[in-house]
């Protein structure tokens, strides 16, 4: 069935779409300007020039609008120069482009070093970052993954306002890698929605997604190192933002038959393109997996958060396409035009996925499975983390470090985030606890 879908959205999608070749661009407009009033009007445009080579001609589309995009990397502290979206004078829809009445462009963000990402969130603001995506794209689509479709370019900018003074500077050539982002309409039809449902209408995943494209949304996020994506999964799931933003970077489309299903984009801060998550020992402890790598236990944490949500049958089958895939994915890796670095990151979390999935020794850890469980400081039952009452059931427990007649001492793994921020507990984060061993298992979800 997912090789079915797969194949049809390769055929209906964009033929902009349809190469993984580099595309070359060149954008002249007056970015100063733009900057300046866009990130706090989101209706601000300039007008501007774009050119390109088309079958050895160049083309070039006077009159295109250009404004910003994205959310958080409007900001001044997160991309010197934010994601555009372009957009074609009205009735001209230039050859080249498939026909598209405009483009996207995630842009490289500003000019940090490999590892300088930005405080607040956590974005890799080089041009490292935008080549890095577009591989998240084409991994998710080698995996049967319902995701936009992305495509990297080379894009030339030209200030037509330059400032002099600058750096990079502003008055000659700015060449930088970008991607192209898929219109988010044109991705719903290509898999076979009639709309968007948006986040005002969308209840929950239980009650408007098939199972198994919600199970398989949240492995994916999990092998990618992304946690800036949201699904109100139940009707009472407050688990992160949800209360706040029941759909946030998946869309909901819906389908003829009343059902929706799931599609995933922006990925700039997960951890797969950035290489690490500046809030981690906010929320996880690293010495709970043995390699004590940040990746592995932030792959191990979304990969066990999805115990809480699923059947073990339909856990099972989610391991098992991913499983039937890995060919793919590691084929996709070998392919993909990344930077050395950021192909070691991204072999890192592949690795670490399947090391968590791949058998059921592995993905079937220890976890508390009773429902009035508590973590003791000490073997004399002194409570910690005591704040958000008992500690939830599928929270990831180490094997036990040692014992003490009824208790044992382990390291635990935040998974269900319920001591993260405010509700901080450092005994969780940085060192053992003790716990009665009756109330851990791995038989969880139970099995029938």
Known sequence: MIARIVAAAVLSASPLFSSYDVIPLELKAPFNDLFEHARTDDKYAVTGTLSYDARGTRVTVDGVRVTLRGNTSRRDS???????????????????????????????????????????????PNEH?????????????????????????????????????????????????????????????RFGGTRDIGEKAFTNARAQFDAADTARLAFAEAL?????????????????????????????????????????????VAGIVTGRHPWFRNVFNEAFAPSKSA????VIAQVQRTRT??????????????VKRKSEAYRALDEASLDDNGRKIARRYLDAFYRAIESDDAFYRPVVTSSDARFYATENRDVVCDAGGPVP???PVSDPLQTRGALMQVLVLDALWRWAPPVKCSAVHEGPVWIETAAVSRDFPVSK
């Open 78 to 124: 997160e991309c010197a120069f934010p994601k555009l979206k372009v957009q074609f004078p009205a009735g001209k829809r230039p050859d080249g482009f498939g026909g598209l009445r405009s483009i996207k462009i995630g842009t490289h963000c500003g000019e940090a070093p490999d590892d300088g990402v930005t405080v607040k969130f956590g974005r890799l």
């Open 129 to 189: 970052s935008p080549v890095r995506e577009v591989f998240v794209y084409r991994l998710l689509e080698a995996l049967g993954v319902p995701s936009l479709k992305a495509r990297q370019a080379s894009i030339t900018y030209l200030y037509t306002d330059a400032k002099p003074g600058q750096t990079p500077p502003q008055d000659r050539p700015l060449v930088r890698q970008a991607m192209i982002v898929e219109d988010t309409d044109a991705a719903i039809k």
């Open 224 to 268: 990618i190192g992304n946690f800036d994506w949201c699904v109100k999964m139940t009707a009472d799931d407050t688990y992160r933002c949800d209360a706040r933003h029941p759909l946030w970077n998946v869309l909901a489309a819906a389908g003829s038959s009343g059902q929706a299903r799931p599609i995933l984009y922006d990925f700039d």
């Open 295 to 298: 990746t592995e236990t932030e």
């Open 309 to 322: 949500l699923f059947s073990r049958r339909e856990l099972d089958a989610a391991r098992g396409e991913f």
């Open 393 to 395: 059931q599928g929270t």
